[in-house]
C-alpha cells in the first residue's frame, strides 16, 4: 500500500514513533483507545525528509494531503478555517521521534485574524479572552515563523502597562488588546518586513515549512549531536483543533500524575488552574490547586480524569504524565507521557508494580535508573529551593552539606571535635590532608578532576566533594576565596551539591537519604538476574564492612597507600621515605610492618572467605610528604627566628628530600611497581604482611585467597620480576608456618603497552585488572590531575567528546584496549580472570561494556556499589534481549 505523508490521528494505518514523531504517536494512541483527544492529523516524518529533498519546499502531494486532512478535520469538528462565524482554531507543534525538549518551534490559536477574532468574541461572550488569545498568536507566529525577538513583544506590553498602570496582563481589557495587537502588527511589520498575513491558509503553511526549518536550527543540531540522535530522523508536524480551559469557571487546565512522583505512592496528583491556558500555570502567576479539590469542584471530570489515567497507565504499564484542558466541564487529554521521578518514587513504582502484576522483576529492573540510586545513598539537596548558585565545579562525589567554610585540614578537624559542620576548602588535596577530609561534611578543590585524590578519598568514604571549581580562587594565607566581585570569608556558611557540582551561599534545606526495604528488595531481584559481580573498592576494615552492607560480593581494589596515610603512620612512612641508609629504611618498614599486617587480619576477617585483590603501593612517594611551598615558607620561618633550632634542621632536611623526589611528570614517573623495582623492600614488607596475616586469619579456620596486585606495568619483566619476588616472599613464610597458601599473582592494565603487549604479559599474570583511570590518561595523554578543569569541560559542552572519559569510559579508543587486552591475555591463558578497577567499574553505560566484552566483574566506591548491582543486572538482561532479538530474526 502506498505510504501517506499525512494521518488522522484515528487513521488505522497510523502507527509508531518513528513515523509520526513522539508526540504525534501518543496523540493518536490515545485517539485509538478512546480517549478524549481533540481531533487532528500528524504530519510525518518522512515528509519533512520529502522537505529538505525538494530543497526546502512542501511538495504538491504533501501540500495536497494536508488540504484533505484539514477538510476531515473541519468536517469532524463542525468549524471552518477562516469562518468567521465559526473559526477553527488549531495548534502547530513539532514532534521528533526522540524527545528534544524545547528545542523546536510550538504554535497556538492559529487560525486567528481580524475577522475570526471577532467571531471567536461572539461565539465565546467573551471578546477580552478572543482579543488576548489573536495577540498571543501573532507574538507566537512573529517569533516562531517570521524570526522576529519576542522579547520585542514583551517590552511593548510592559511599556503599556507601565503607562496604564496595570499591575498585570488580567487587569486588561478588550479594548486595551486591540491596542496592542495594532502594535503588535507595526512590530511585525517592521521586523520581518511583512504584513501579518490575514489568510489562515498562508498561516498554516508558513508554520509547517517554520517547523520543518527548526529541525536544523543552532539549538536543535546541538542537541541532537549532544544526545547522539541522528540528523535524517526529520520531525512530525502535529496540527490538533485547539480547546480552551480559559473560556469560564466550567474551565480549567492541569498536570497529573498517576503516582505520586516524589514519593511512589498509588495516588492521583497533580495540580489544575480554573479558568486558564497551560501557559498560565507554568508561569506561576497564580498559584493551582492541588487535584483533590478538583473532586469537589468539578465531581464529574475529576471521576473522568481519575478513570482516564487508570486506562493510561495500564495501557503504557508505566506512570503516567498527563496534561488535560477542560472546556466549558468537557475534559480533554493533551499529552501523556512516562513521568519522571525522584529514585524513591522510581524504586517503590517498579516494586509495586511487580505486586500489582503489571510486569515482571526483570521490567521492575530496567525502570530504575541507576544514576538515580545516588540520591537514595546521601543527602540531596531539596528540588524545591529557589537559591542562585554561586559557582559550580565537577561534581566528584554525590551528598550534598552545610558547613562553615575552612582551609585548613588541622583546623577543620579541630572544628568539628567541637560538633561543627566544616566544609574543607583547598586548591587541592593531599594524603596529608585525609584527616581533614574525614572530619569535614565535604570537600572543594579548584584543582583536580574526577580522579583526583580529594575525589576518590571523598567517594570511598561516601562524602560529598567538589573539585576542579576553577572559578574560585583561593587565598591561604588571608584565608577567604573569591567568585567574581563575590568574597567568601572562612567561617561564612556554604552549602554544596556534590551530585551536580553545585555550590550556594548560606544553607539550604536538604532530604535525608533512605535505604528501604523496598529497595533491598529490587536489589535481591538484581543480583539473582546479574551475570557479572559488583566488588568495591575498600582500602580499610572500616571500608571492607560497609562494603559488604551495601552487597558487594568482594574487594576488587584495596589500595595499600591509604593504609599509610592514617595520621598515627603518616610520620612512619615518611621516615621510611626520608631514610638516608639501608638500615634507617629497614627499620621504619618495620614499624609499617605490623601496622599494615593488623590491617589485613581484619579485613580478611570481615571478608569470611570472599575474594580481595590487593594492590601494592602505586603513588609517588613525593605524595606522603609535605606540600614544598607551605615546606618553603616553614623554612624561611625558622631561618628567621630559630636559626640553630633542631625543627630547622628537621624540616630542612625534609625540603631537600621532596626537592630530590621532585618530578616534572609525577604520574609519569616513579611510581607503580616502579617504585617496587628500585625499592623492593617496600614491596617485599607489604608481601610480608599479606601472608603473615593470611597465615594467622587461616589458622581460624577462615578461608583467605588474595590476589596480589602489581600495579602500572608496562613490560612483561617487570612483572616477571615483581612476581617472583612474591612467590619468594609466599615460601619463605609457608615454610616458616609450616602451610600452603592459594593466592594469585596478577596486574593492572594500565598502560597502553601492557594492553597492547597483553599477551606476553599474561605469561606472568593470573588475573588482568584493567585500571581504566590511568588508561584513559595514558591514551588519551590527558592528564588526570588537571585536564576536567582546564579543557574538557569545554570540550564537552562543544560536542568535541560526548561525555567525560574519566567518568564514562570511552568505548571507541580506550575500550578497544580494554578490548583487545582481555583477547590477547586469554590467547595465553585461556582461564585468565580479568576486572575492572577504575572509576568506570561504578558508571552505567560503562558496565555494560565491561559485561559485553566479558569480564568477571567490576569494582567500584562502596557507595557506588547499590547503584552497581542494578546496572550489572541490567546489562545481563540487555544482552539477553539482544539474543532473543538475533534469535527471531534467523
Ligand atoms: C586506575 O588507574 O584505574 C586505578 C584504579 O588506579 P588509581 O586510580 O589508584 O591510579
Ligand atoms: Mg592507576
Known sequence: MEKNFVYMFDHP?????????????????????????????????AACNDYYDAGKKISPEVENEVTASLKTLEENTGKRLGDPRNPLLVSVRSGAVHSMPGMMDTVLNLGMNDETVKGIAELTENPRFSYDSYRRFIQMFGDVVLGVDSSLYEKRLEDFRNHYGYKSDVELTAEDWIEIIETYKDITQTEAGLTFPQNPKEQLFLTINAVFDSWNNKRAVTYRKLHDIPGHLGTAVNIQSMVFGNMGDHSGTGVAF??????????????????????????????????????????????????????????????????????????FMLQTRNGKRTAQAAVRIAVDMVKEGIMSEQEALLRVDPDQIDQLLHNHIDPEHKQQKLVSGLPASPGA?????????????????????????RPETTPEDIHGIVASKATVTTRGGMTSHAAVVARGMGKACICGCEAMKIDLEAEYFTVGDTVVNKGDIITIDGASGEIFLGEIPMIAPELSDIFQLLLTWADEEADLDVRTNADTPEDVRKALEFGAAGIGLCRTEHMFMAPDRIPAVQKMILAETDEERQKALERLLPMQQQDFERMFETLQGRPINIRLLDPPLHEFLPNKEELLVEVTRLQLTAPESEELKEKENILRNVRLLEESNPMLGLRGCRLGMLHPEIYEMQLTAIFQAMSGVMRKGIDVTPEIMIPLVSTVD?????????????????????????????????????????????????????????????????????????????????????????????????????????????????????????????????????????????????????????????????????????????
Do not use: W
Not at 22 to 37: C, D, H, Q, S, Y
Not at 401 to 425: M, P, R, Y
Not at 849 to 868: E, H, I, Q
Open 401 to 425: 552539606a552545610t558547613g562553615q567554610v575552612v582551609f585548613d585540614a588541622d583546623e577543620v578537624e579541630l572544628l568539628a571535635n567541637e560538633g561543627k559542620d566544616v566544609i574543607l576548602v
Open 258 to 331: 498517576t503516582r505520586n512522583p516524589s514519593t511512589g505512592e498509588s495516588e492521583l496528583y497533580g495540580e489544575y488552574l480554573i479558568n486558564a491556558q497551560g501557559e498560565d500555570v507554568v508561569a506561576g502567576i497564580r498559584t493551582p490547586q492541588p487535584i483533590v479539590d478538583l473532586a469537589k469542584e468539578m465531581p464529574e471530570v475529576y471521576q473522568q480524569l481519575a478513570e482516564t489515567s487508570q486506562l493510561l497507565e495500564n495501557h503504557y504499564g508505566d506512570m503516567q504524565d498527563i496534561e488535560f484542558t477542560v472546556e466549558h466541564g468537557n475534559l
Open 718 to 890: 617487570e612483572l616477571k620480576v615483581m612476581r617472583q619476588l612474591a612467590i619468594d616472599v609466599a615460601q619463605k613464610i609457608e615454610e616458616k608456618s609450616h602451610q600452603t597458601f592459594t593466592y594469585l599473582v596478577g596486574t593492572m592494565i594500565e598502560t597502553p603497552r601492557a594492553a597492547l603487549t597483553a599477551n606476553r604479559v599474561a605469561e606472568e599474570a593470573d588475573f588482568f585488572s584493567f585500571g581504566t583511570n590511568d588508561l584513559t590518561q595514558m591514551t588519551f595523554g590527558f592528564s588526570r590531575d588537571d585536564a576536567e578543569g582546564k579543557f574538557l569541560q569545554h570540550y564537552v559542552e562543544h560536542g568535541i567528546l560526548p561525555k567525560n572519559p574519566f567518568m564514562t569510559l570511552d568505548q571507541e579508543g580506550v575500550g578497544k584496549l580494554v578490548e583487545s587486552g582481555i583477547a590477547l591475555g586469554k590467547s595465553t591463558k585461556p582461564g585468565l580472570k580479568t576486572g575492572i578497577c577504575g572509576e568506570h567499574g561504578g558508571e552505567k553505560s560503562s558496565i555494560q561494556f565491561c559485561y559485553d566484552a566479558g569480564l568477571d566483574y567490576v569494582s567500584c566506591s562502596p557507595f557506588r556499589v547499590p547503584a552497581a548491582r542494578l546496572a550489572a543486572a541490567q546489562a545481563t538482561i540487555h544482552k539477553q534481549k539482544q539474543k532473543k532479538k538475533a534469535l527471531m530474526h534467523h
Open 13 to 45: 494505518e497510523a502507527k509508531g514513533k518513528e513515523m509520526l514523531g513522539g508526540k504525534g504517536a501518543n496523540l493518536t494512541e490515545m485517539t485509538r483507545i478512546g480517549l478524549p483527544v481533540p481531533y487532528g492529523f500528524t504530519i510525518t516524518t
